[in-house]
Structure formats: structure tokens, C-alpha cells
């Protein structure tokens, strides 16, 4: 059961990571693969060498652990991609972009984030 979970959890957010992929286009494919990677990083998984029953309890309480440094780093994304778009063009980015700039530097994370916590061991 353990192992259905994760791949279940897997391919749902990682199926809609991949259509916030394309939804945000080829400029920002930059954002998402650094927010995705970043996620990783700012609040690594603890566990043990013992895997134990995954359960739905133990998810959540990852993503609550997570949720300080998931939000710092999704303002950290969307400053980065204001400033790109800046650098670039040399103007703010309009209205669509920066929808775009918004869903990437919250989805690529977070969506990461999900798929992480459901690997945690107890």
C-alpha cells in the first residue's frame, strides 16, 4: 500500500507540475526547473532507514514542517522572474507574464514539495 501511495501521489502532482510546465511557456521553464529543484533543498526529507506504513497523517505533517521555507522560497521565484522579465526586456513584466511568473514560482515548489513529503519516512 506504501508504495501505491507514492506513485499515486507521484504521477497527480507530477502530471500537473508538467501542465504548469507548458502552461507557462518557454520563458519561464527556467523558473520552474529551479523552483522544482530548490524545493528539494530547503526542507530535505528526515526519515529512517526503516520505512515503516506510510500514512496520511505523516504526509501532512511534512508539508506543515515544510511550509515556512516552501513560502520563502516562492517569493524568492517570483522576484527572480520580475527581475529576469526586467533584465530582458527592459520594462515590468504585463499582465499575463506576470500571471505566469506568479504560477510558476508557486507550482514548481510546491508541486515538488507534495511528491517529497509522500517519500518521508517515519
Request: glycine share 6%.
Amino acid at each position: 500500500m506504501t508504495i501505491a501511495f507514492r506513485i499515486l501521489i507521484t504521477v497527480v502532482f507530477g502530471l500537473l507540475w508538467w501542465w504548469i510546465f507548458n502552461r507557462v511557456g518557454v520563458d519561464l521553464q527556467y523558473l520552474m526547473i529551479l523552483g522544482s529543484v530548490l524545493a528539494i533543498c530547503v526542507c530535505c526529507c528526515k526519515g529512517s532507514s526503516d520505512p515503516g506504513e506510510w500514512n496520511w497523517q505523516r504526509y501532512f505533517a511534512c508539508i506543515r514542517r515544510c511550509w515556512l521555507p516552501t513560502a520563502i522560497l516562492i517569493v524568492s521565484l517570483f522576484i527572480i522572474g520580475v527581475l529576469v522579465v526586467f533584465i530582458v526586456t527592459g520594462a515590468p513584466p504585463a499582465g499575463a507574464v506576470l500571471v505566469n511568473i506568479l504560477i510558476a514560482a508557486i507550482f514548481a515548489p510546491l508541486l515538488v514539495r507534495f511528491i517529497c513529503c509522500a517519500y518521508e519516512n517515519p
